[in-house]
């Protein structure tokens, strides 16, 4: 069952009377409790006309990520968060810490080893936002899945540690080919400017020069000034990425460092997204199988049902003659 459908819109829509503003359900933020409630309140028509297409812990984890952002109790929030969109779905937010440790391939292997044990709720949560990431419209050769999304702790360690490796590499190009750069603004380590900073200026001094991807696009260091930048941002102002949004966000990184030739880093992003990758299509995979389970159930479930109902139409004719 693809979930990518499924709006926020849609889901405050269906339980708008569930979790009313002034309420004590407005405020609830506990996951167990948010689904206890919604089943109760699952014959309610456009409650039930969800349900019916989708399940119901995807429903509750959208459920969630509204009741934590006050969308239900707040009208200002309410109308904000919904201004002139039609399709909004929740996903992991994002956060900056530029001296985290880089992320380990059992780090990542890690988030396997927790879906296994229950916490697949993570995955389940969506946010389709345009992303805000693009340095060409070309698509990668092996774009992520778009079914399900990193869970908040990975997402959040991926951005910082691209970040990182971008810095590290624009002050290594700035020493070696312009040193003038860090002099002028007095910068003395890779952590002393942000990455927005580091390449508006290298962006200044090589604005006209063309960069050849993987897949023999010429990208401008100029729209590669304007997306790197949209990293930081990103991750500075918890803005809220869809999947292919940080597939962007690797591919634009490998842009980058090719420019700036440096290939060791280049394989080090390769190499993080096609863990990356990897592991999305695993937890795909696995939705898939769980979501074939549930369908040849409510289809049982279905057939069991037209079944009763035949038979009482036949004990009512029974009973008229």
């Known amino acids: 069952m693809d979930t990518t459908g499924v709006s926020e819109k849609a ?24 689904q206890e409630l919604i089943k109760q309140h699952a014959k309610n028509k456009g409650l039930a006309a969800l349900l019916q297409s989708y399940n119901v812990n995807f429903v ?8 934590e952002d006050g969308i239900f109790s707040d009208k200002k929030k ?27 391939k059992t780090e990542v292997e890690s988030v396997t ?10 995955q389940n949560k969506m946010l389709e936002h345009e992303p805000v990431i693009s340095a060409t419209e070309q698509q990668p050769p092996e774009p992520f899945t ?6 908040y702790g990975v997402q959040h360690r991926l ?4 970040q990182h490796v971008l810095e590290e590499a624009c002050f290594e190009f700035a020493k070696r080919t312009n040193p003038a750069i860090l002099e002028k603004n007095g910068w003395d380590c890779s952590e002393a400017a942000e990455l927005n900073l580091f390449v508006k200026e290298l962006g200044s001094h090589s604005l006209g020069q063309p960069v050849t ?5 010429t990208i401008l260091i100029a729209d590669l000034v304007s997306s790197i930048s949209k990293i930081r941002h990103a991750a500075v102002h918890r803005e809220r990425l869809s999947t292919s949004g940080v597939d962007r966000a690797f591919e634009d ?8 030739g440096d290939d060791k880093r280049v394989q080090r992003i390769k190499d993080l997204r096609h863990d990356i990758g990897h592991l999305l299509g695993e937890l795909d995979q696995k939705e898939r199988e769980v979501d074939s389970i549930l369908e040849s159930k409510r289809n049982k479930i279905n057939e069991q049902r037209q079944e009763l109902q035949r038979l009482e139409e036949i004990a009512l004719q029974d009973a008229e003659t």
């Open 11 to 34: 889901v405050y829509d269906a339980l708008s009377g569930v979790f009313c503003k002034g309420g004590k359900n407005a405020d609830l933020k506990q996951l167990d409790k948010i």
């Open 113 to 122: 080893m927790n879906t296994d044990s229950g916490q697949m709720s993570a």
């Open 78 to 104: 309410k109308k904000k968060r919904f201004a002139n969109k039609l399709v909004s779905n929740p996903a992991p937010c994002l956060c900056l810490q530029p001296t985290s440790p880089a992320l380990s």
């Open 213 to 217: 991807s993987a897949t023999n696009d």
């Open 159 to 162: 951005l910082v540690e691209i």
């Open 253 to 260: 990184s490998e842009h980058l460092l090719t420019f700036l």
């Open 146 to 151: 778009a079914r399900i999304h990193l869970p």
């Open 60 to 67: 509750c984890n959208v459920a969630q990520t509204l009741l």
